[in-house]
């Protein structure tokens, strides 16, 4: 697409870009150089108007060649016809021939025309034979689309050289039978350095050859012809946003910018984009409050194992028991009465500290000593063998059914 363009050529600046003949006037009485001037016929070159900032509607420069009569010359060949290279200032838009007289003329209908598809429309398809022509600018605008912004970019050649455009033209006449010569500019499809900012661009026509050819050589296949530029001289860069208007105008048009870069965090845009669907954004969980929940949850499950375990080990093995971590020496099988004597707390401080503090070194002595309390008293009447006990190291007493340290000096 082409929408925009820069056009402050001389009719012969413009001569030379089309391959036109241009030759240069005789210098004034200080005897200086003259101007270079188009050695062609120009027609109604007063309507162009140089600008920095083109839009369709305006008038620019156009080369085409036109048909005349012979018998100028007094060669005696008049009633000939002879073809001849022109430039003449024609509007950018095309109108068709066969709009209406009274109708109002819309140039940006067709400014542009795709050259794949001209051969299919009856706008474009009846002006390919003989109704070709070259449009000459100094560069053109083309904008990147970034969401709901766009970047103008001013594209042109890197030696300064006029781009040549291929295009096709038409008269239209009012009910006056005033006529007006409009026209539009080929697009193709983007080339391969310019495909990330359009996927169009107007047909470049980059030498003499491809100039002689659109111009000149209607029997060539248009593809071969309307093919994107690859040229490497052809670049580019951004200028201001201030050229989406088209009453701006001037050199700041093609002064090259900087663009910002956007430093908003692509974390920002998720949450936005969340936010928006209703759903509310967490934080993730730190580090010692992954920590924590874990440790609770192990020291949950090692709790609930270790009571099962106990339940299991006082049905197996109620003779004998070990203390756990909490209490390191080893555990001796007493009765209930005479351990709570011995050490000196009383039974009601030792439940209350198994419900404040999860020690499980006294709540098995506890256990140990009641069962084995118990087993023994069941199997006192019956005369058999209770629990195995483990052998104390200090004196026995007379309550234990055993020989006192007494009795045991009397016998010696």
């Not at 925009?4 to 004034?28: D, I, K, M, V």
């Not at 068709?96 to 429309?121: C, V």
């Amino acid at each position: 697409m082409c929408g925009r363009a820069r056009c402050t050529l001389s009719p012969a600046q413009a001569a030379r870009a089309f391959g036109f003949p241009s030759t240069t006037t005789a210098g004034g009485a200080g005897g200086g150089g003259g101007e270079d001037a188009p050695a062609v016929p120009t027609l109604q070159m007063d309507r162009f108007r140089p600008s920095y900032n083109v839009s369709p509607g305006a008038y620019l420069p156009v080369g085409a060649v036109r048909a005349r009569a012979r018998g100028n010359d007094g060669d005696g060949g008049g009633g000939a016809e002879e073809h001849v290279p022109v430039i003449q200032c024609m509007k950018w838009g095309l109108v068709p021939s066969f709009t209406g007289k009274n109708e109002k003329l819309d140039h940006f209908r067709m400014f542009n025309a795709r050259s794949e598809s001209i051969k299919e429309k009856a706008s474009f398809r009846r002006l390919i034979p003989k109704n070709r022509c070259l449009v000459a600018v100094e560069g053109f605008f083309e904008w990147k689309k970034d969401g709901s912004k766009k970047q103008p970019y001013y594209i042109y050649f890197q030696d300064q050289r006029p781009l040549v455009f291929a295009a096709l033209f038409d008269t239209w006449k009012n009910s006056e039978g005033e006529s007006l010569h409009t026209f539009t500019i080929l697009t193709t499809r983007s080339s391969t350095s310019l495909g990330w900012l359009h996927d169009r661009m107007p047909v470049i026509l980059g030498d003499k050859y491809s100039v002689n050819a659109w111009l000149h050589n209607s029997s060539l296949k248009l593809e071969e012809i309307t093919v994107p530029y690859e040229g490497a001289d052809l670049v580019w860069y951004p200028v201001t946003t201030a050229m989406g208007k088209p009453s701006f105008n001037g050199p700041e048009c093609i002064e090259e910018v900087q663009i910002r870069p956007s430093g908003r965090p692509i974390s920002e845009f998720f949450m936005k984009k969340s936010a928006a669907h209703g759903q509310s954004v967490k934080p993730d969980k730190t580090s010692p409050e992954v920590a924590e929940t874990q440790a609770s949850r192990t020291a949950k499950e090692d709790c609930e194992l270790g009571e099962n375990q106990l339940d299991k080990a006082d049905k197996q093995q109620p003779a004998e028991k070990e203390c756990s971590s909490a209490v390191k020496d080893e555990s001796v099988t007493l009765e209930p009465q005479t351990f709570y004597t011995t050490h000196n707390i009383k039974r009601e401080d030792v439940l209350e500290l198994n419900q404040k503090q999860d020690t499980s070194g006294i709540k098995r002595k506890i256990q140990d000593t009641e069962v084995k309390a118990e087993t023994k008293t069941e199997n006192a009447g019956r005369s058999t063998v209770g629990p195995v006990k483990r052998k104390e190291k200090g004196p026995k007493t007379a309550s234990d059914g055993q020989a006192s340290l007494l009795s045991f000096f009397a016998k010696k």
